[in-house]
């Protein structure tokens, strides 16, 4: 078999794509709504097919290279969740959730995975969606498995669950494994942003690093109706504090030469993390930007499947596509 392809839906800034390519996977369609991230995504790999459009409205009849492809992912925004109990619940989330199982009748991929809340797989707040899950696909004819991963147990400097559902063609369903950890040491806060604070000569940044030593805590990105970034509900933000970092914004610089780091005194005198530190906390390579203003900057990146993750999940995907099972029949 030659080299395996996904359809990406709703995709942000593009870490469940950039992990499945890492992986091996090669996309044939990347889909979101956002003007912005959308942006993200051509800036960082032209040669991938873009396509802003509402998944809602997307009719695969008038994008062909849509069908007969090995996979159909999507890191869909995050559904209720413990992390998100006081958020005005519009359901759309949850709408979403169901038109990517729609979509799975229409194009018919050899295997299906959906990230989101770990509660997904669990909570009974969501069990009307399994049950539709359950249903459509195995109609369809797929086994399904429900896991959740850790963010932090694949090399991410941070702790952060997926609620993850794997769907694999029956022929190949008893193949896949859900992935296991890749590290037996969680990556710390200080560990992964060291070197970028001390890129503008603060000497102060060994010392910092020393006290973040830990991962960071989950970073959330917060919804286009909220205010500005910040780093997370109150009791993450008591965790960063911990870490001498100021969690009640983002900075648009790292510190200089100049700066006095003296948490006692302070946020003023603490550090603030940057869009490209949060993005390197979520396992994005360095070069890999992220376009916008730095509120919608810092809400791609806290919504985003870290890379590392999406690859652990591909690498999963491909051992069950690749095993010695019957060769794939579209229809």
């Known amino acids: 078999m030659g080299g395996l392809t996904f359809v990406d839906v709703c995709s942000g800034a593009g870490g469940l794509a950039l992990g499945l390519e890492q992986a091996g996977f090669e996309p044939r369609l990347l889909l979101d709504d956002d003007e912005v991230p959308v942006e993200t995504l051509r800036a960082n790999r032209p040669r991938w097919n873009v396509l802003r459009a509402d998944l809602f409205t997307f009719d695969p009849a008038e994008h062909p290279e849509s069908y007969d492809v090995d996979l159909l992912a999507a890191g869909l925004p995050r559904v209720r969740s413990s992390a998100t109990a006081r958020r005005v619940d519009s359901g759309l989330e949850e709408q979403l959730l169901k038109a990517t199982i729609y979509l799975v009748h229409a194009i018919r ?40 991963m850790n963010a932090v147990d694949f090399g991410v400097p941070q702790n952060r669950k997926h609620g993850v559902l794997v769907a694999v063609r029956q022929q190949w369903a008893d193949a896949f494994r859900p992935p296991v950890p890749t590290v037996k040491e ?146």
Do not use: C
């Open 186 to 331: 969680p990556t710390t806060v200080g560990a992964a942003l060291a070197s970028s604070m001390a890129a503008r000569g603060w000497a102060d940044a060994s010392r910092w690093a020393a006290q973040a030593d830990q991962p960071a805590p989950t970073l959330v990105g917060g919804s286009k109706n909220r205010g500005g970034a910040d780093l997370g509900p109150t009791r993450a933000k008591k965790k960063w504090a911990t870490m001498g970092v100021n969690a009640h914004t983002v900075g648009d610089t790292v510190p200089g030469p100049d700066f006095i780091w003296d948490p006692e005194l302070g946020r003023d005198n603490m550090v603030k993390i940057t869009v490209e530190q949060a993005a390197l906390l979520q396992g994005f390579p360095a070069e890999w930007g992220i376009s916008g203003l730095k509120t919608a900057r810092y809400r791609q990146v806290g919504h985003a499947t870290p890379p590392p993750v999406g690859k652990a999940l591909g690498r999963a995907v491909a051992e069950a596509l690749n095993s010695d099972s019957p060769a794939f029949t579209a229809g």
């Open 109 to 148: 991929p050899r295997a299906v995975l959906i990230e989101n809340v770990p509660e997904l797989t669990h909570a009974d707040s969501h069990e009307a969606f399994r049950e539709f899950a359950r249903t459509e696909l195995d109609h369809l004819g797929y086994t399904f498995s429900w896991f959740v």
